[in-house]
Nanobody, 124 residues
Framework: QVQLVESGGGSVEAGGSLKLACVVSGLNFGDYAMGWFRQAPGEEREGILCINWSGESFTYADSAKGRFTISRDNAKNTVYLQMNSLKPEDTAMYYC?????????????????WGQGTQVTVSS
């Protein structure tokens, strides 16, 4: 059974930082691209960052450029999201997801397995 478990969410003031982690089990982690998504209440799920299987190729949404970084440790079956200079508009539930192959996109439909999410709240 494939499981993705996010951690690291919480409440932070604007300008602060958080680092999310997603531990994956039940699949050959190193074979899959991984993505981070977020969804605020009443909004569609938004892809913000994607990393390929080797960690050498990245796709960023405009909202993430210059502030967020994705990385992975294939030995630990873990993908990370470092978020800096957080803004109130970054408040959302954050999800990690596994792509359908070694490369993926920021489209939710291109990801097959999903975690349950971790809440990030940024206060002004």
């Amino acid at each position: 059974q494939v499981q993705l478990v996010e951690s690291g969410g919480g409440s932070v003031e604007a300008g602060g930082s958080l680092k999310l982690a997603c531990v994956v089990s039940g699949l050959n982690f190193g074979d899959y691209a991984m993505g981070w998504f977020r969804q605020a209440p009443g909004e569609e799920r938004e892809g913000i960052l994607c990393i390929n299987w080797s960690g050498e190729s990245f796709t960023y949404a405009d909202s993430a450029k210059g502030r967020f970084t994705i990385s992975r440790d294939n030995a630990k079956n873990t993908v990370y999201l470092q978020m800096n200079s957080l803004k109130p508009e970054d408040t959302a539930m954050y999800y990690c997801a596994a792509g359908r192959g070694g490369y993926s996109t920021l489209l939710p439909a291109d990801h097959k397995y999903w975690g349950q999410g971790t809440q990030v709240t940024v206060s002004s």
